[in-house]
Each structure stands twice: as C-alpha cells, then as structure tokens.
C-alpha cells in the first residue's frame, strides 16, 4: 500500500509542475495579448472590433481598386482617342 501511496504522490507532484507551466504559458500569453491589444490602441484600432476594422478596410480597399480600374479606363480612352487623331493627320 506505501507503493501506491508513493506513486500517487508523484502524480500529485507531476500534475502541480505540468500546472505550474500551463499557468506560466498562460501569464506570458495574457502578456502577449495586452501587448498587442496595446499596439492596436496606439493604432486607433478598438481590440473589440477588428471584424469590423476589417470588414471597413476591406470595403475602402475595393473602392481604391474600383477607382484605380476606373482611371486606368479613361486613360486608355484618352491615350486610344490621340492615337486615332495622330493616324488621321
């Protein structure tokens, strides 16, 4: 019976150290955590939001894009419309 008093202490023993590194994991994470929570603040950015920080830089991502296509258009119609003035001359 002291053999298994024995190994039932170590496996009390070994479940206190592999807590006590899951609890240290932890604590260096939440450090983690608050640090990037931290430099999204210093950012402008609310850490409770990024979905929709996201979902807006998205948006305004693809009004760039449009905007830029758009502009590419109308200058290929410039570009094209002196190319056919220079070929009539």
């Known amino acids: 019976m002291d053999d ?17 590194k899951l609890t240290g994991k932890l604590e260096v994470a939440k450090t983690s955590l608050g640090e990037i929570d931290n430099q999204l603040k210093d950012m402008g950015l609310d850490p409770n939001e990024l979905e929709l920080e996201i979902s807006r830089l ?23 419309t002196i190319e056919n003035r220079i070929k009539s001359l």
């Open 4 to 20: 298994s008093i024995q190994d039932l202490i170590k496996k009390r023993e070994e479940l206190e150290s592999r807590k006590a």
């Open 58 to 80: 998205k948006r305004e991502r693809q009004v760039a894009i449009d905007n830029f296509i758009s502009a590419l258009d109308q200058a290929e119609q410039v570009i094209t």
